[in-house]
């Protein structure tokens, strides 16, 4: 049954038509009996109140349905860059995916991000040219920008039957015939016959392109394609699927979702052309055995093997459930009751219940196995990015690497009877987006709260006061700034101290140094093993990781700083795990402090869309705001703008610019790196 089964994402910048696509998916394949628009509020994959207000996705929601006998898991990312966690861990877990593309806007800033983390987790994707119905419509522009922005290889499957307020329907270039869609029946019924004369030379010369291009990646049709032979349909979609697979093609198709066009050989596309679980590569883990003696193996797709192996790749809070924890399973099988070891924590779980995702509707089954994804009740401990499995096959997965907060703001409850319930609720938020963390100011006292953006923290502060009651203040943001060190440093540490009449000693030596920008911190310990428990290498490697949120001088978190544990002078009858986390913070504090230590701040990658006679304003408000332009590139009824400014000058950028482009320019801002402050 693996083989009918698609794990897929669809991505793309904000905007594009993702939930609208998934809409039209779900309506087709008789998952919903009615089209929710997000115009009115009303998209099944938009549940959430604010994501229905504010007609964007936030959460990336999971939904099971089935065509022709596949079934297909679906998962609706956001497009907005403050949401990029969202994104990342979906891709993770993902199979294939779908990349939506805007007819007019072509590759747009988001795109951009989104495809680099595709590549990064290897998924291979098929692309759907939407809004082909709007003014401006280049399905042709769209695809050459595609091969020139990323260097992939593009092979049309489909072309347009017109543009803009001309386009009635598609070209099917492997079965060579003409489609059109009944408005009626709002999509659900089209008719393919045979191609006009007006679109019959275009569809031979794109027929000649696709032969050509497929051929050229397989040795086999090449040698059909020069010895003058016929190539058969079902030699091409073979083909087709193998080079989609393996990455060295992506398959474009085109359509209007909004207007119900171009949706059904989208599904045939997924089913034809996406890979099933057991098609991709096995995923990489280590196997966990004594310390020191951790193990590279390959996780195959099987499920019938005797450990289960699974990730939880998203935590989600539900006001009557509790905490549910999205599992993509690997191998094995996991029934509801059973008992499983979160192999990061080192503890026992019982999963309670299993469901089937539909959205906000859930369905109870009773087991999950290798290659599905499904959303445990009961766990307690599980965190995004926790491999799950058996003590007897100790496997971590590869967890999931989410950029550093940026932006921060303090919030405080209205009353002192709230402070509980608010400290509560951020830590079941922290918890759903590992971008989003809370701390207490030692200084101040005050609760401060960090995300990825101004939209971001919105979002959340929102969703403290609706969905979890809590009634609070919020401050002005405030940029989040860094510690690194920029020099390297070495010190040994002895810890001794009388507590309780016993005394507690401890030794180690570290050594600290810089690392890259942007390569975050490590942690290593060369220190030889010996007779030491393992609870005293434990607790080094938890302290010195506290130590990096703590900051060296200022208190900021550290970041591209890296700390290795060269000795330990472990007693046996007086050292204590307190005494070597003690010492281990002391030990970072001063090495740190000797690295000659700097303060950095964050630096925001920024894209600019604006029309061609408000560019040079749009750039003013940036120069002026410390930032500097790297490009520009031209684009259908203006331009885009990519420039670099520091994070702390960009507070109020968004009404300027409006202000000064009467309201038609538009703006992304990414996190890029972190700089010493000016």
Not at 115 to 123: I, L, N, P, T, Y
Not at 322 to 345: D, E
Not at 387 to 394: V, Y
Not at 554 to 560: I, L, V
Request: proline share 4%.
């Amino acid at each position: 049954m693996l083989d009918k089964m698609r794990n897929i994402g669809i991505m793309a910048h904000i905007d594009a038509g993702k939930t609208t696509t998934t809409e039209r998916i779900l309506f087709y394949s008789g998952k919903i009996h009615k089209i929710g628009e997000i115009d009115d509020g009303a998209a099944t994959m938009d549940f959430m109140q604010q994501e229905q207000e504010r007609g964007i996705t936030i959460a990336s929601a999971a939904i099971t349905t089935s065509w022709k006998g596949c079934q297909i898991n679906i998962i609706d990312t956001p497009g907005h860059v403050d949401f990029t966690a969202e994104v990342e861990r979906s891709l993770r877990v993902l199979d294939g995916a779908i990349a939506v593309i805007c007819a007019v806007g072509w590759v747009q800033p988001q795109t951009e991000t989104v495809w680099r983390q595709a590549d990064e987790f290897k998924v291979p994707r098929i692309c759907f040219v939407n809004k082909m119905d709007r003014v401006g419509a280049d399905f042709f522009g769209a695809m050459n920008d595609v091969h020139e922005k990323f260097g992939a290889e593009t092979v049309a499957l489909e072309i347009p039957c017109g543009a803009g307020a001309d386009f009635d329907g598609v070209i099917d270039l492997l079965a060579m015939k003409e489609i059109h869609w009944d408005a009626e029946s709002e999509g659900e019924k089209f008719t393919a016959g045979e191609i006009s004369d007006a679109y019959k030379a275009q569809a031979e010369e794109w027929r000649a392109k696709l032969v050509d291009t497929v051929a050229s990646n397989d040795d086999e049709l090449a040698e059909l394609y020069l010895d003058g032979k016929e190539i058969t349909t079902e030699q091409l979609v073979a083909s087709i699927r193998k080079s989609t697979i393996n990455r060295s093609l992506v398959p474009f198709l085109c359509g209007s979702s909004r207007h119900n066009q171009g949706i059904q050989p989208l599904m045939d596309a997924i089913i034809s052309y996406l890979p099933s679980p057991v098609e991709v590569p096995p995923a990489e883990g280590v196997h966990v055995k004594k310390r020191g003696e951790e193990e590279k193996v390959p996780v195959k797709c099987d499920p019938d093997a005797k450990a289960p192996i699974g990730l939880v790749f998203k935590i989600q809070y539900d006001q009557n459930a509790g905490l549910l924890c999205f599992v993509r399973m690997y191998a094995g099988k996991i029934t509801s009751g059973m008992q499983v070891y979160n192999v990061g924590k080192k503890k026992r779980e019982r999963v309670n219940r299993i469901l089937r995702v539909n959205a906000k509707n859930m369905e109870q089954v009773d087991s999950v196995s290798a290659g599905d994804i499904a959303v445990f009740v009961g766990m307690k401990l599980a965190q995004t990015g926790d491999s799950l499995g058996s003590e007897g096959m100790p496997v971590l997965l590869e967890s999931v690497q989410f950029p550093e907060p940026v932006i921060s703001i303090a919030i405080e409850p209205e009353t002192m009877s709230d402070r509980q319930k608010l400290l509560d609720t951020l830590e079941i938020l922290s918890r759903e987006d590992p971008t989003f963390t809370h701390r207490e100011d030692d200084e101040t006292g005050q609760l401060i709260i960090s995300g990825m953006g101004e939209l971001h923290l919105d979002v959340l502060v929102t969703r403290i006061r609706d969905d979890f009651k809590v009634s609070c203040h919020v401050g002005s943001p405030q940029v989040t700034y860094r510690e690194a060190v920029t020099a390297s440093a070495d010190y040994d540490e002895s810890y001794s101290r009388m507590v309780a009449g016993k005394e507690n000693t401890a030794s180690l030596s570290i050594h600290v140094e810089p690392r890259e920008t942007g390569a975050g911190n490590s942690y290593t310990c060369t220190a030889k093993q010996g007779d030491i428990p393992d609870e005293v290498f434990d607790a080094i490697k938890q302290s010195i990781e506290s130590s990096f949120m703590s900051g060296i001088k200022m208190g900021y978190p550290c970041t591209d700083t890296a700390v290795t544990v060269t000795s330990v002078g472990y007693n046996e009858l007086t050292s204590t795990t307190f005494a070597f986390e003690a010492a281990a913070a002391e030990a970072f504090d001063k090495a740190c402090s000797a690295a000659s230590p700097a303060l950095l701040e964050p630096v925001m990658a920024v894209d600019i869309e604006s029309p061609s006679e408000f560019v040079g304003e749009a750039m003013s408000q940036i120069t002026q705001r410390g930032g500097i332009i790297s490009s520009m590139d031209d684009k259908f009824g203006g331009n885009i703008v990519h420039a670099q400014a520091p994070m702390a000058k960009m507070f109020g950028f968004s009404t300027d610019l409006r202000s000064v482009t009467q309201g038609r320019a538009s703006f992304s801002m990414t996190f890029s790196h972190f700089q010493p402050k000016a």
